[in-house]
């Protein structure tokens, strides 16, 4: 092993220690050793103890010590001993850890300091100590932590640092959250990292975002006391509160006041607008939000009013969708604004591709220094898509540290998404030290985490990065689908040169089974566009069916094996979800095999003219032929889906002659959060001339729209034994026309989505 690195040390102060001791111990070993190194380990033997700072039990340095004492261990095969200040031993070298009460390091500063042949090791609190202890081994000894469980550790019969050690680092970024089971489920790893345990630490469980609703249910007060509410159009509706109400301030305040006696160990509570924009619109609110130029100036104005009542909490508050554009009143001190850039586009850094982000942030920062950023990471409706934005989170990481943000929140997918593990390393790593080179972390993290497999994984990334970049308009959007990237990074040609490196990637590890495990698991979000590129039909290879020489239908074979795959690889890796909407992966599987029994049959209605009574908006081109283009809609409701806002789907599909029917079926998405619900009932009608139509038969909506409907679901409404003599069918779908009241679009107008018409 080499000597262990000491360059580009910063230079602070030394630690103050037991000034009797050190001098005995510079009498003994002062002029016996090189002047050039410390050899803390040597040919198998070491010379070293660990002693703890200041009183063992009340500083809390012990987990530290053992920490540096196993890897040490892990290195060298030799166990440091672990003594307190008052049991280290004269004739031995030493290693401090800890702090002194009157040292002048802050809170989260760090120092790793020589002085002669002694280590020191230290930080302003426990955490710090910790934090130096996960860095000394880091920089100096060439640990690397990739994953739980998985650590690249050098292996050495002797262990020397260059003198002089002198590094000390201040991390800018205090509060480090990345929303990822990784770190949440292996607290060990997330020390490692330095990063947060939970998503929300130091909030009351039951109220860390989105909270109206549980301050004053709808089931509780609406139908008595609709004024609590927001006033949308011409009526109350519990999408939010009236901010203005006073009494709504007396049953915020009182249910804050509960909540924090129920939890006297939780130090900060959220107080914020429910997840959606039907904000108040009475006239007092509106006043105010007129005058402070955003309905964030409400909400400030109602926030700093509770805070008020609770100085030595902190009262969280959303800046998120209507909130977001400051307003003029300053928060409070004790009021934590939490900003969130949900709407960004993620093909570039925040501040080339969301300016009015960065400008609402730099206006924050005016109005505050108490600022917690909420970012996001990933693709939420397609957890396993391939999702290229690796390359904008140094950018944005470093503009939130640049404008003072202290706490940032990285919303990952929590559970395992696209390439999961080195998304977390990644984003870890650069909240630590934002100045950290991108490419090399990515770099170092392929090559150790795959082994000879990750050259090809490392060119998988940087390909499909560089096809992005290749297309300066894409709008890469948390709520998209991949769907969206058929003609642009993930075309079928991309889409086979993605393959092909993950081909040789798992070829390169045949051998190596664990190895080959975790290649396998990076390559779910390639096999995942492949599935959804051949239920679009992408190309002559990507179809869901292929014909048999002698004409009959099968599945393509490529989606055979895909799906083994897929359904081997999740279930090795634990991997459930597919989105935030609790779309599970059994279910996708499901789907899928309906649709492949769908595309297995055949279909009168294939490639027929379409004609629309109604109008289409956004959605598929709003072109009427995707109901008979034979490509399925997938899960969510960009692929392929033909979509109705606010009114009902009407058409008639043109059989280009009269034939026999006995089946029709007409499938609809629901995602139940994006204000997509399945129509009240869809009913067809039958035509030899396309004027005279009878009636063929009503199909009601088996699933009728509750509080706990399943959120993301596709229904098929069909109509058997017809036994008629047709041409045209007419086919009318019945929008719910808007939301329940309860629900948190209420007010607005539903969509119904559509696709694939099929008829036998």
């Not at 039909?537 to 094996?561: C, F, R, W």
């Amino acid at each position: 092993m080499p000597l262990l690195k000491a360059n580009n040390l910063l230079k602070s102060p030394i630690m103050k220690i037991n000034l009797t001791i050190i001098l005995v111990i510079l009498l003994v070993f002062g002029t016996s050793c090189s002047n050039k190194t410390i050899d803390l380990v040597e040919k198998g033997a070491s010379d070293y103890e660990i002693v703890l700072r200041g009183d063992t039990n009340e500083g809390g340095y012990y987990k530290s010590a053992e920490v540096l004492q196993t890897y040490i261990a892990k290195i060298s095969q030799v166990k440091l001993p672990i003594v307190s200040e008052k049991a280290q031993n004269v004739g031995k070298h030493k290693i401090y850890i800890g702090q002194e009460s009157d040292s002048e390091l802050g809170v989260h500063q760090l120092h790793i300091q020589s002085e002669n042949k002694y280590l020191f090791i230290s930080g302003g609190s426990v955490a710090a100590v910790n934090n130096a202890v996960y860095e000394f081994m880091e920089k100096f000894m060439d640990c690397e932590w990739l994953a739980p469980k998985v650590e690249k550790i050098p292996k050495s019969t002797s262990i020397s640092l260059t003198l002089p050690v002198d590094y000390s680092y201040t991390p800018e970024i205090t509060t480090r959250t990345v929303h990822s089971r990784l770190y949440y489920e292996n607290t060990d790893y997330a020390d490692k990292q330095k990063v947060t345990y939970e998503a929300f630490p130091n909030y009351i469980p039951k109220a860390r975002v989105h909270t109206f609703h549980r301050f004053v249910p709808e089931e509780l007060f609406y139908k008595t006391h609709p004024e609590y509410y927001a006033w949308r159009g011409d009526k109350r509706l519990p999408t939010q509160l009236c901010l203005t109400n006073e009494s709504v301030l007396a049953i915020v305040k009182d249910s804050v006041r509960a909540m924090f006696q129920r939890n006297p160990e939780a130090s900060v509570i959220s107080v914020s607008q429910d997840d959606n924009q039907q904000y108040c619109q009475c006239g007092q609110c509106s006043e105010i939000d007129e005058a402070e130029g955003s309905p964030s100036g409400t909400m400030i104005q109602f926030v700093n009013k509770v805070a008020q009542d609770f100085p030595d909490k902190t009262i969280s508050t959303l800046a998120y969708q209507h909130t977001r554009k400051p307003c003029k009143t300053n928060p409070r001190d004790n009021v934590l604004i939490t900003l969130c850039s949900i709407e960004c586009d993620r093909s570039g850094p925040i501040e080339e591709k969301c300016t009015d982000f960065a400008d609402d942030l730099k206006g924050w920062g005016k109005l505050t220094d108490n600022i917690r950023i909420w970012d996001y990471t990933t693709q939420f409706t397609n957890f396993l898509a391939p999702f290229p934005n690796l390359h904008t989170l140094k950018p944005n990481i470093e503009l939130f540290r640049n404008n003072g943000a202290k706490w940032i929140f990285e919303q990952h997918s929590n559970h395992p998404s696209e390439l999961f593990e080195l998304r977390s390393y990644v984003t870890a790593k650069l909240l630590w030290n934002p100045s950290l080179e991108l490419d090399s972390l990515v770099t170092i993290f392929t090559n150790d985490y795959y082994g000879e497999a990750g050259i090809f994984v490392k060119q998988y990334v940087d390909a499909i990065h560089a096809r992005l970049q290749d297309d300066p308009d894409f709008f890469l959007f948390l709520y998209g689908d991949p769907s969206q990237a058929f003609d642009s990074y993930l075309s079928a040609d991309l889409l086979k040169e993605y393959s092909g490196l993950f081909d040789n990637a798992e070829k390169a590890v045949l051998d190596k089974p664990e190895i080959l495990k975790r290649v396998r698991t990076a390559r779910l979000g390639v096999d995942y566009a492949v599935l959804e590129a051949c239920r679009k039909g992408l190309a002559k290879e990507y179809t869901l069916v292929v014909k048999e020489e002698g004409g009959a239908t099968k599945v393509n074979p490529i989606v055979t094996e895909i799906l083994d795959k897929f359904n081997e690889t999740t279930n090795q890796g634990a991997i459930t979800l597919m989105n935030e909407m609790g779309f599970t992966v059994d279910e996708y599987l499901n789907s899928y095999a309906k649709a492949l029994d769908v595309a297995k049959q055949p279909n009168k209605a294939l490639n027929k003219k379409v004609t629309l009574l109604t109008k289409p908006k956004k959605y598929a081109n709003e072109d009427p032929q995707v109901l008979t283009d034979g490509a399925l809609g997938g899960n969510g409701f960009y692929a392929n889906w033909l979509g109705f806002e606010g009114n009902h789907l009407e058409a008639i599909v043109d059989l280009g002659q009269v034939q026999p029917i006995n089946t029709i079926s007409l499938a609809f998405l629901q995602v139940t959060n994006h204000v997509v619900f399945f129509p009240t009932k869809v009913t067809y009608y039958g035509s030899k001339d396309n004027l005279n139509y009878s009636k063929l038969g009503v199909v009601p909506n088996s699933n009728p729209l509750t509080k706990l409907s399943k959120v993301n679901d596709i229904q098929y409404f069909d109509v058997n034994e017809v036994n008629e003599q047709l041409r045209y069918v007419k086919i009318k779908a019945e929008n719910l026309g808007q939301p329940p009241y309860w629900h948190h679009a209420a007010g607005t107008p539903s969509w119904i989505f559509a696709d694939e018409i099929l008829i036998n």
